[in-house]
């Protein structure tokens, strides 16, 4: 199982502005999947994205993957408030393993 | 539909003392089961993973122990709590079937 590395590590923003984060990990997957975490709370699954897709949307989410390149982005379009979070990503690889390993995850604040 | 409840939500525990934090799982059945530990402004770190009754992978090899008794049970123990046991630490189970889904929590602040 690999880990997934985030950056940055942290983002500010104002309110309304895109959010942009990366994440780059190390061997073939299956999926990679991105976590929300609002402080001092459990993580929130967001988005998970297939090794033979390459954007995918969810509501004002979106996700892109390029396996070549062994990287993927999340987009927060029209960020609020509400967004400021930490968020993980989280490589899965094809061998079946049951570890889900994460990062130290981008810190976003979204400044109203 | 499916709920992971862990309790207690806050723990403050001397140096020394044991420690035991629950975990359960309603709305499903065999889950994989998993603890992880979250330092202050950090990420989480995986302690323990199970995939069946009384099935326990250790990743972390220190004074913290797991068990699950039952299918939706996931305890996670200590015989005597160090200070860097202090720590978020979440419960969580894989749903979906490859997302994991998490607990609310256990904030642990040993003293």
């Known amino acids: 199982s690999q880990q997934g590395e985030e950056d940055p590590q942290a983002l500010s923003i104002q309110e309304g502005e895109n959010a942009t984060m990366n994440c780059s990990y190390k061997t073939s997957i299956n999926n990679l999947q991105w976590y929300r975490q609002n402080s001092g709370r459990g993580l929130v699954h967001l988005i998970l994205i297939r090794s033979n897709e390459r954007e995918k949307h969810s509501g004002r989410l979106r996700v892109t993957l390029d396996t070549s390149k062994k990287s993927s982005s999340l987009l927060i379009t029209a960020s609020r408030a509400a967004d400021t979070a930490s968020y993980f990503c989280v490589p899965r690889e094809a061998s079946g393993t049951y570890k889900y390993i994460f990062g130290t995850g981008t810190r976003l604040k979204v400044l109203a | 539909s499916q709920t992971i409840h862990q309790w207690p939500a806050t723990l403050v525990q001397p140096v020394g003392s044991p420690l035991s934090l629950e975990c359960t799982v309603e709305g499903t059945s065999n889950p994989n089961l998993y603890w992880y530990r979250q330092a202050a402004g950090r990420g989480l770190q995986l302690l323990f993973y199970s995939v069946g009754i009384g099935q326990i992978s250790s990743e972390v090899p220190q004074n913290l122990s797991a068990s699950r008794p039952q299918d939706r049970q996931f305890i996670l123990s200590s015989k005597k709590l160090l200070l860097s046991d202090s720590g978020f630490y979440l419960c969580?189970?894989?749903?979906?079937?490859?997302?994991?889904?998490f607990g609310p929590g256990t904030r642990l602040t040993v003293t």
């Open positions: 969580a189970w894989i749903g979906g079937p490859h997302e994991q889904y």
